[in-house]
């Protein structure tokens, strides 16, 4: 099963080779020029990171480990110096065994608000470039890529409020006018135990879904909170290190932690949510130094999400220490019940079970595939790349990105927000945001005590 959007798995080779055919001759007619999508003569294909932080230097070595297609590293772009080299560090360690997949010279590091232009630059059309800085930039990065006919692989979440995923969607459409291939890393969609859960959803095993539960709640993780920035840094710098606590670079922690359940429980269902009730709030707002948490995150979230035929869809997160970690996600059908994620965003194994209980007596079906969702996301992508196959997973990740922000902004608002208002909303978090250089103001000014604007449900009538 090819999991990325616009792929029909029915199609034989020949059919696939008739339709690319008919894209081609449709395309030439319309004067769209189709870039060669494996365009190196050594039959390599040429990847750039930008983003050099946790996930890029993942999604890099995913990259290269792919048997989908031969890969190289040869570029690398990261605002901070001491990102990127740690990084490079890590990447060209000989433990990795990259040898020449592994070819990044001085040259080809690039530093900077404008780093991702020179390593964009360095690739040839039909090369891939990996966004893995937070979400604020992914407009930015990939209206550049699309300019230089590059096919992309991009972190979620890619939106963080309407205006931005309305620039998306349309940027999505050109990527695919110009037969761009465009992976986007909501994993949960190449893990092989949930695409055989769907399969068995859809079959009917659990009956009609009616309920769906999703959980992520342990201690504090990654920027989740920050105390006011030091004194030697700007506050720009601080908003984009600290990205899981502010709203327009990294959408906060709702958005950041959560998209992977929210979007493989309405996956489960063919659909997204039309609306969100949603309640939270700071239980903690002070350090035990005394000092004030200064992010936009509440460190609790309660969002019911109603799909269009009335199914309920209840998510709950909490990133507080001392509290109960339970981290997964549920399915209630008319006949059964299914565990998804066993554990974390999409952990192993899955399961469907008959009645209402998730006893072992009463179970129909355990996963045991354990091949990793990373790792096939990027042979997905390169399968497409190196043969050609229709491939856009932009639509889908903007989608999931705007149901995960919607119930954000219900909880932060302390009102009812449907898709539809979340989509067509003009609140753009960071307008400008392709301009920003090191020297330019953050988009978001702390008050006196170094405290940034907070959502304060009920008083105002936008997040912050
Ligand atoms: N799919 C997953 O399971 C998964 C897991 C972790 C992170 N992510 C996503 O990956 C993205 C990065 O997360 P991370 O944990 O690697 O964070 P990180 O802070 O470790 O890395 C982000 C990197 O981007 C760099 N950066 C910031 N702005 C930049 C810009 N304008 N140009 C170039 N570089 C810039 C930072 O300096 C940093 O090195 C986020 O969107 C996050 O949600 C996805």
């Known amino acids: 099963m090819n999991p990325s959007d616009n792929t029909n798995s029915t199609l034989s080779r020949r059919q696939l080779g008739k339709r690319v055919g008919q894209v081609a001759a449709a395309s030439a007619l319309a004067g769209v020029a189709i870039p060669h999508v494996h365009a190196q003569g050594d039959a390599t294909v040429g990847v ?102 590059l096919n992309v692989f991009m972190e979620k ?155 309920k869809f209840l998510f709950d997160g909490r990133y507080m220490e001392g509290t109960s970690n339970h981290y997964a996600s549920f399915l209630h059908g008319t006949k059964g019940c299914a565990i998804a994620s066993a554990q974390g965003d999409c952990g192993t194994p899955a399961s469907t079970f008959k009645g209402l209980s998730t006893e072992r007596d009463n179970r129909i079906w355990r996963s045991t595939d354990n091949s990793s969702p990373y790792q096939n996301e990027w042979d997905d992508l390169l399968d497409a790349i190196v043969n050609n196959k229709p491939y856009n997973e932009v639509r889908r990740g903007v989608e999931a990105s705007l149901v995960t922000s919607m119930g954000r902004a219900a909880a932060h608002i302390g009102k009812e927000i449907t898709f539809k208002e979340m989509m067509e909303s003009d609140h753009e978090f960071a307008p400008g945001v392709d301009k920003l250089t090191k020297d330019s103001p953050a988009p978001l000014k702390p008050d006196e005590k170094g405290v940034y604007p907070q959502p304060e449900p009920g008083k105002k009538k936008r997040e912050y």
């Open 157 to 311: 979440p890619i939106t963080a409020d309407g205006p931005t995923s309305r620039r998306m969607i349309e940027l999505g459409e050109k990527a695919k006018e110009k037969n761009l291939k465009v992976g986007v890393g909501l994993m949960s969609r190449h893990a092989k135990h949930l695409q055989e859960l769907h399969q068995r959803v859809q079959d009917g095993e659990i009956g009609d879904i009616v309920l769906m539960r999703g959980y992520r709640m342990h201690g504090p993780a990654g920027t989740f909170r920050s105390k006011p920035k030091p004194k030697d840094m700007t506050d720009l710098e601080w908003q984009i290190r600290r990205f899981h606590g502010f709203l327009w670079s990294g959408g906060g922690c709702m958005s950041d932690f959560n998209i992977h359940i929210i979007d493989h429980l309405c996956w489960m269902k063919n659909a997204w949510p039309v609306r969100a009730l949603g309640v939270g709030g700071r239980h903690y707002q002070f350090a035990d130094d005394g000092q004030p948490y200064v992010d936009q995150n509440f460190d609790s979230y309660g969002i019911e999400y109603t799909f269009e035929d009335g199914t």
């Open 48 to 149: 750039a990171l930008i983003g050099c932080g946790g996930r890029g230097t993942g999604a890099a070595t995913d990259a290269l480990r792919s048997k989908s297609a031969r890969t190289r590293l040869t570029a690398m772009a990261d605002a901070f110096e001491d990102r990127l080299k740690g990084s490079y560090n890590s990447l060209s360690n000989e433990k990795n065994k990259f040898g020449d997949q592994f070819d990044v010279p001085q040259a080809r590091r690039f530093v900077g608000f404008d780093a991702f232009k020179g390593a964009m630059d360095s690739l040839r059309p039909g090369d891939v470039a990996i966004f893995a800085t937070p979400l604020a930039f992914r407009w930015v990065h990939f209206q550049y890529a699309i300019e230089r006919g």
